[in-house]
């Protein structure tokens, strides 16, 4: 069974420029979550993706968005990049619910971004 | 909003004792989940234990255990036989359970605990 994978592992980029982070659900899987983590901080939630369609989004600007596609898979997209942006962007997917009871979230290896 | 306290910033043991990292948490919800999480100098954020709220039985997983304590609302990690690739970021999280009710799927996150094993 393949993981959770993200690509690419590390990505440069300048002030004002925009980056697009992508992500592999787990098999099964059908809600994609994003998640930004700051050096030496906890994962904060960014938003979450379920049939295509955003469902719950944490407290990011409009300039963070996303995508999910029919396989699952899932896109952040980052427009008019911040020096604060620079950390590390993890993935995770969970399968359905069951019963009305969420799953366990499955995380990537994570995409490191730095922003000069 | 619900919240996650990890007191311990760093957290030392010696190979094959066992440690125990704290954490709590504050929520006015009553069915929910609680994880630790560790995360490896590779990043992988990788699922340690998972606990039930509605379960009064400790989760265990090998060397791993837990105490939870839902009036305290207090959720610690303990390690036994702690080996070196044991060393990592430890990570406490929270999720409400339920798919309903306007509540948002996330995993909120403490600060985490670095823990390093001495040989």
């Known amino acids: 069974e393949t993981g959770v994978t993200q690509s690419p592992t590390h990505l440069i980029k300048t002030r004002g420029q925009q980056v697009t982070l992508r992500c592999s659900s787990q098999?099964?899987?059908?809600?994609v979550s994003w998640y930004q983590q700051a050096l030496g901080q906890g994962p904060q939630f960014i938003f979450q993706?379920?049939?295509?369609?955003?469902?719950g989004r944490g407290n990011f600007p409009p300039r963070f968005s996303g995508l999910q596609f029919p396989n699952y898979s899932s896109e952040l997209n980052v427009n008019a990049l911040e020096l604060d942006d620079s950390a590390l962007y993890l993935c995770a997917s969970s399968p359905p619910t069951s019963g009305g009871r969420r799953e366990t979230q499955y995380f990537g290896p994570g995409t490191r971004l730095l922003v000069l | 909003a619900q919240t996650v306290t990890q007191s311990q910033p760093e957290m030392s043991v010696q190979e094959a004792e066992t440690v125990t990292l704290s954490c709590t948490y504050d929520t006015s919800e009553s069915d929910y989940y609680l994880f630790w999480y560790k995360q490896p100098p590779s990043r992988q954020m990788i699922l340690v234990i998972r606990?039930?709220?509605?379960?009064?039985q400790n989760a265990t997983e090998n060397r791993f255990s837990v105490n939870f304590q839902k009036a305290a609302k207090s959720f610690s990690l303990k390690i036994s036989d702690s080996q070196l690739g044991d060393a990592a970021m430890y990570f406490c999280?929270?999720?409400?359970?339920?798919?309903?009710?306007?509540?948002?799927?996330?995993?909120?996150f403490g600060k985490g605990t670095k823990l390093s094993v001495k040989p």
């Open positions: 993706y379920y049939r295509e369609e955003e469902n």
């Open positions: 098999s099964g899987h059908n809600t």
């Open positions: 606990q039930e709220a509605y379960k009064q």
């Open positions: 999280a929270y999720r409400a359970s339920l798919n309903y009710g306007g509540s948002q799927g996330n995993l909120i």
